[in-house]
């Protein structure tokens, strides 16, 4: 397997890792806080009404988040897999992409600040914008030659 391809392959599975690190965190915070204040789990089985009783949301709110914009970053992974296109550029934002949604996800589920959150949010979306461009660019390109 060349090497692009298989790093480009590490880098959805680290995002797969993230992703279920995040939703551990987030069954490990829900239940702690749901026994140390006798929530009975039927009392909880909406977001609506589970929000209303927990206090630390942010592991959940941020798993949600895994698989919002994500998405597009593993339909673009699959799109370069599946057309052999897998040029270095293309395997340097992944891992870019990567590294933001993980920063992302420490500052959600820790002292979340906003501001903070929202400016790794932008540096993430607006690299995937530019990776999905470049992306079609690219293939177009090959396409005409």
Do not use: E, N
């Given at each position: 397997m060349p090497h692009n391809t298989q790093s480009?392959?590490?880098a959805a599975l680290a995002?797969?890792?993230l992703t279920l690190a995040v939703g551990m965190l987030m069954m490990f915070t829900r239940v702690r806080e749901m026994?140390?204040?006798?929530i009975h789990p039927q009392s909880a089985s909406t977001?609506?009404?589970?929000?209303?009783?927990?206090e630390n949301v942010q592991p959940a709110d941020n798993f949600r988040n895994l698989f919002e914009v994500p998405v597009l970053?593993?339909?673009?992974?699959?799109m370069a897999l599946a057309l052999g296109q897998v040029p270095t550029w293309l395997v340097t934002g992944a891992w870019l992409f990567v590294g933001l949604r993980v920063l992302h996800s420490l500052v959600?589920?820790?002292y979340n600040k906003v501001v903070h959150r929202l400016m790794v949010f932008m540096a993430s979306f607006a690299l995937?914008?530019?990776l999905w461009v470049t992306f079609v660019v690219s293939v177009a390109a090959r396409n005409a030659a």
């Open positions: 480009l392959l590490h995002m797969v890792l026994q140390r204040k006798r977001s609506v009404t589970m929000g209303a009783q927990l970053f593993y339909a673009l992974l699959g959600h589920c820790t995937l914008i530019g």
